[in-house]
């Protein structure tokens, strides 16, 4: 495909990164790793809780996936930049199938600690920090600048998809052998990509004739530079804020409490409403998300942004005392579907940032403070201040409108 049928090829058809072939093979075997990424997460949840039942250690499970995004994504962008990204993804993708098989081993035992389980939450969220800037490479070297747009959106699919698979997969895995035979056959997924890559010829750093790219990395300095620079922009101020509050809050936190929302719902073992519940608001989010990449008239601007994230505050509030598996379900359907809505339309300035990095703060806030007062009045408390922050930057939009829509 030529340079200019490609560009006019993004122009004017959805989905136009599918058309590279590398890409479309690249894209169906990151989705095997990412199943297998969200089948250790719904089996670690509930080895999780069925050792130690600890909203706390649930939690830490959230913190140590973020904390890692928020100190080391400089210096993992610093080794993308510098290395080849191919063997990036591949040792990012050997600590994941060492983290795997360790559970199953340790389970299986009946060895494992509360010290096992924190280290090996720990070791999976450096995991995640090391790969994240390599596949932001080595995409844009595959697609190049004409269908990175479309690539970004089809990632972002992709890895509600392996969250919606995967809990299916994992779920069946553990009805049937248990969740530590579940989690070292798990390690298998993760090898198609790590054995695709050694022949791949994208190294991230402009292979096949395209030059590279430079890609800046957003450190503290710059962070606060760019922040200066914004400041005469309310709408770009509030994007930030919305991002931050609904991360720091909320985030994924109910995820890793899952086993316990089950619980309250009758689950006293692995079963397929466990399954069901854990993947409803990545169904969710995988409906908005072609939802937007289809229909163009559904893209909304900063106020619609601001409202989706209210929205979704409110269900996710709901959730937790929600009546019956029929419920749950659906209010999380809809809580996946108004997520990928507001994040989708709100990339702008340190968005990503700050959305990324304050997760981390979730796992306070729903699993922390959820040890105390119960994870089901702690999300909802929680949800209810993201719904208070989003009306509050709601009102003063309408306030202040600006020039940018």
Known sequence: MS?????????????????????????LLALIGMTAESIEHVASYWVIYESFHSPTLGGFAVISHWVPFLLFSVYAGALADRFDCRKLIQIAQGLLMLVSLTWGLLFLTGALRGWHAAALLMLHGMAGVLVSPPIQLIVYDIVGPEH????????????????????????????????????????????????Y?????????????????????????????????????????????????????VGTAFQAQMPE????HGSEHVDVWYTVLFSANAAGAVIGAVMLESVAALQGGVRA?????????????IFPFAHGYAAAVTLLVL??????????????????????????????????????IGVELSLTLSALVVVAIALGLLAADVRRPSRFG
Not at 149 to 172: D, Q
Request: some cysteine.
């Open 3 to 27: 340079r200019p049928a490609a560009a006019e090829l993004s122009a004017t058809t959805k989905f136009g990164a599918l058309y590279h072939r590398d890409y479309r093979n690249y894209f």
């Open 305 to 317: 942004a601001i409202v989706c994230a209210a929205i979704w505050g409110a269900v996710m509030a």
């Open 197 to 249: 890559l050694f022949g791949m010829p994208y190294t991230g750093h402009g292979s096949a004739g395209r030059e590279p790219r430079r890609v800046l990395r957003l450190g503290l300095a710059e962070a606060r530079r760019l922040l200066g620079e914004v400041r005469s922009e309310p709408r770009i101020i509030r994007m930030i804020v919305l991002a931050g509050a609904t991360s720091f809050f």
């Open 148 to 195: 990175l747009a479309s690539a970004i959106r089809l990632n972002a699919i992709s890895r509600y998809i392996s969250m919606l698979i995967g809990p299916a997969v994992g779920g069946a895995i553990m009805l049937a052998l248990g969740s530590g035979v579940a989690l070292l056959l798990n390690v298998l997924l993760y090898l198609p990509l790590t054995l």
């Open 261 to 264: 929302y089950a619980h309250q």
């Open 335 to 372: 809580g996946g579907v108004f997520n990928i809505a507001y994040t989708s339309m709100a990339q702008v300035g340190l968005f990503n940032t700050s959305m990324l990095g304050l997760r981390a703060g979730s796992g306070l806030t729903v699993g922390v403070i959820g040890a105390l």
